[in-house]
């Protein structure tokens, strides 16, 4: 009997833990979905700033080119 009530207290002891470990793996993974939610923004807003970038680079060129015609 006594060897029966030790298997059921690490049956309980076991599955204890494994809700906890389970708990703590949805937490990690709601964090990295978030943090993946951030870094996806920061690339947009980077992908934009480059886009503007060349645009302003092009219209730059430009104006020089038109710069020379004209002097």
Known sequence: MKY???L???IEQTESQLKKLEKS???KMK???NLNKEILKILLKKQ???KILKEKKE???ELSRM????K
Do not use: H, M, T
């Open 4 to 6: 029966r009530e030790q």
């Open 59 to 61: 219209l730059l060129r």
């Open 25 to 27: 793996e949805r937490s």
């Open 48 to 50: 934009e700033a480059e």
């Open 8 to 10: 059921l207290k690490e």
């Open 31 to 33: 964090e990295r979905n």
């Open 67 to 70: 710069g020379v015609i004209f």
